[in-house]
């Protein structure tokens, strides 16, 4: 079975600061790691993804992720937070040897305040 | 990417009808994915469905209260049958893209009274 922990429901930060989002899974094989946005009243738009090579990957709007493999983590992070980055953040895991079904963590809500 | 749409976008139902919400992708796609959103939850998969087979469905979830259709490769339904108030979610669909990834529609919020 696979599975995704989000230790934070959610995370304040001021703008113009760095901003971190915690995501750890479990899969028995290989992972798939997947970082989703989730606007107010929209549906979920892809940020970056981890499949195989570098452990840092970089995505959309200036957002990178590190895979940790001895950690197993995949944490979210930005240099420099924006206001328009609040918003609800999905961490998901694929077993790369189970299959397309993903699993979701449970959510972390990022609060950026000016 | 994908470009997917829902219909439709919000809906309020009354308890013991049965909605149907429409998922239209602008490719031809394999698989499509359904899920549920509840309030201030995380998502969770209902049902795979494959074009020209039956929807596979994940434990919780049964045909008879979810069933799928699923005519070609850019559409797919999903109904929500004899609904009650624990039925009041959001139902996205998603497709699965070549490159790993994972598109959404914009979702279904359903409201059951």
């Known amino acids: 079975a696979q599975s995704v922990a989000q230790p934070e429901d959610q995370v304040n930060v001021a703008e113009g600061n760095p901003l971190t989002v915690k995501c750890t899974y479990s899969?028995?094989?290989?992972?798939?790691l997947f970082w989703y946005v989730q606007y107010p009243n929209r549906g979920l738009q892809f940020l970056l993804k981890y499949i195989t090579g570098d452990n840092l990957v970089k995505g959309s709007y200036g957002f990178e992720a590190e895979f940790n493999k001895s950690q197993t983590s995949f944490h979210l992070k930005k240099p420099s937070a924006l206001v328009s980055d609040s918003a609800l953040y999905f961490c998901a895991v694929r077993d790369k040897d189970a299959g397309n079904m993903l699993t979701f963590g449970g959510g972390t809500r990022l609060m950026v305040k000016p | 990417s994908a470009v997917i749409s829902q219909k439709p976008s919000r809906d309020i139902c009354q308890r013991g009808t049965s909605l149907t919400i429409q998922c239209q992708v602008d490719s031809q796609v394999t698989m499509m994915f359904w899920y549920r959103q509840q309030p201030g939850q995380s998502l969770t998969l209902i049902a795979t469905a494959n074009q020209g087979s039956e929807a596979t469905y994940e434990s919780g979830f049964v045909i008879d209260k979810f069933p799928i259709s699923r005519p070609n490769l850019t559409f797919s339904t999903l109904t929500v049958s004899n609904m009650s108030p624990e039925d009041s979610s959001i139902y996205l669909c998603?497709?699965?893209?070549?490159?790993?990834?994972?598109?959404f529609g914009p979702g279904t919020r359903l409201t059951v009274t």
């Open positions: 998603s497709v699965s893209s070549g490159n790993y990834e994972q598109y």
């Open positions: 899969v028995s094989g290989n992972p798939y």
